[in-house]
């Protein structure tokens, strides 16, 4: 089993305050031989239609001395998750999940953006301190 990020419980408890309902911690993505590990899944009932939303959710960090290294491996690593649940589980979203500073720091950045955009990473913003959802960027 994977460590868990430093602000996994930050990032929980906002998708809790939310309204999300956490249905793995970890999230198994499995195929072939190989197992990983994503960080949180979680549904959210949408009362007008009565289906349920379904996420994966990557927390990252980015707290070394390269936020460039950590986007790196965030980056890689966002995509395999979402090339490999597209196999089973088409329906669910995969987002990587980071702080309002980090992003405000460093993905605005007009290079980070053009990557993010070229390869469709979903984000969603949270405040840490506060253990809330700030932003979802599809």
Known sequence: MPAKD?????????LIKDGWIITADPYPIKYAEVKLFADLAGEK???????????VIEIKS???RSPMRDFETALGQYLIYKALLTIDYPEQKLYLAIGQKVYED????VAIKFILEKYQVSLLIIDLQQEEIIQWIN
Do not use: L
């Open 6 to 14: 430093i602000y996994h419980d930050a990032v929980k408890n906002a």
């Open 45 to 55: 009932t949408i009362a007008a239609s009565r289906q349920g939303q379904q996420i």
């Open 62 to 64: 980015f707290i070394s």
């Open 106 to 109: 460093f993905f605005q950045q």
